[in-house]
């Protein structure tokens, strides 16, 4: 099973958004709605801001959101905070009771 | 409350069996849906999902890693083993256990509890 395939980085000015893609096949991400997003900051275990391919968890800010088509994934933070600067990476279910990550990728806050 | 925590040994040289353990608190392996997955990430690098095993006992592993993974789980305990032989310094990584439910029976198809993760370091 190969990683899904996210921008290594992407940048943006406080306030402004920016829209992270992962982009898999129809064995996971355009197979299943089971799509989860995760933030990491520097150090930390990661956090889990998105499921289900846009399901916010309580307590995850709503300026972040997630969306599907096709086999790519979205992910967009509307109103970008300095405190959104970390590592983001995507997952998919791909069946039999197993997973996929995707590459990552850093967001930075200009 | 829903908590993760992984132990074990920190530096293992070439060759040898890596065991770590993942004990937990708030659920129990013996419910209907729930499961343990490793994760691990090489320093800088991405996650990499590795294995998970279900309340029924049911284990998947990462399909290049087969022959090397073993995870077993002691509900007695609430712990999670899992096993790595061969170990190689491309294994050097942070391992994170984490909570999951399997898809058809449970809901939470994704990790939404987290161990803070150990350091696996592999050198002679």
């Known amino acids: 099973q190969s990683a899904l395939t996210q921008p290594r980085s992407v940048s943006g000015s406080p306030g402004q958004s920016v829209t992270i893609s992962c982009t898999g096949t129809?064995?996971?991400?355009?197979?299943?709605?089971?799509v989860s997003w995760y933030q990491q900051h520097p150090g930390k275990a990661p956090k889990l801001i998105i499921s289900d391919v846009n399901k916010r968890p309580s307590g995850v800010p709503d300026r972040f959101s997630g969306s599907k088509s096709g086999n790519t994934a979205s992910l967009t933070i509307s109103g970008l905070q300095a405190e959104d600067e970390a590592d983001y990476y995507c997952c998919s279910y791909v069946g039999r009771y197993s997973y996929v990550f995707g590459t990552g990728t850093k967001v930075a806050v200009l | 409350q829903i908590t993760l925590r992984e132990s074990g040994l920190t530096l293992v040289k070439p060759t040898e069996t890596l065991t770590l353990t993942c004990t937990f608190s708030g659920f129990s392996l013996t419910t209907r849906s729930v499961g343990v997955s490793w994760i691990r990430q090489p320093p800088g690098e991405a996650l990499e999902w590795l294995a998970v095993i279900y309340w029924d006992n049911d284990a998947r592993y990462r399909s290049s890693l087969t022959s090397r993974l073993t995870i077993t789980k002691d509900t007695s305990k609430n712990q999670v083993v899992l096993t790595m032989t061969n170990m190689d310094p491309v294994d050097t990584a942070t391992y994170y256990c984490a909570y999951t439910e399997a898809a058809g029976y449970g809901d939470k198809v994704r990790f939404d509890y987290w161990g803070q993760g150990t350091l696996v370091a592999v050198s002679s």
């Open positions: 129809t064995s996971d991400v355009g197979g299943y709605n089971y």
